[in-house]
């Protein structure tokens, strides 16, 4: 049973910066993707990006390209959300999710298409950034 947990969030002000840790267990990631998402009170829940579990590609929605970064940290097995220069639009719950990519790894063709495909997911962390 795959189990993804999330963790760091808290409340920070206006142009300060985050980082989410996310860890999955109970299951060999090969081929796998790590994917990051918020939802914001009142809207739907939205992409952020992915990464392969073995760190060799990343992905960005286009809307979060320059705040946003994802990595994976090999030492503790996590793939983290750092986010720079919070605004309070950031606010949100902040969801990791596991996916399977294909059987040729994860890349253009197949993380940005992974709508369906995020099988497992964590309870959420909450972001808050005052207005």
């Known amino acids: 049973q795959v189990q993804v947990r999330e963790t760091g969030g808290g409340l920070v002000q206006p142009g300060g910066s985050i980082r989410l840790s996310c860890s999955a267990s109970?299951?060999?990631?090969?081929?796998?993707?790590m994917g990051w998402f918020r939802q914001a009170p009142g809207k739907e829940r939205e992409f952020v990006g992915g990464i392969a579990w073995n760190g060799d590609y990343t992905y960005y929605a286009d809307s979060m390209k320059g705040r946003f970064t994802i990595s994976k940290d090999n030492t503790k097995s996590t793939v983290d959300l750092q986010i720079n220069t919070l605004k309070p639009e950031d606010t949100a719950v902040y969801y990791c999710?596991?996916?399977?990519?294909?059987?040729?790894?994860?890349?253009?063709?197949?993380?940005?298409?992974?709508?369906?495909?995020?099988?497992?997911w964590g309870q959420g962390t909450q972001v808050t950034v005052p207005s």
């Open positions: 999710a596991v996916g399977y990519c294909s059987r040729n790894g994860c890349n253009d063709a197949t993380v940005p298409r992974m709508t369906k495909r995020w099988t497992d």
């Open positions: 109970g299951h060999t990631f090969d081929n796998y993707a």
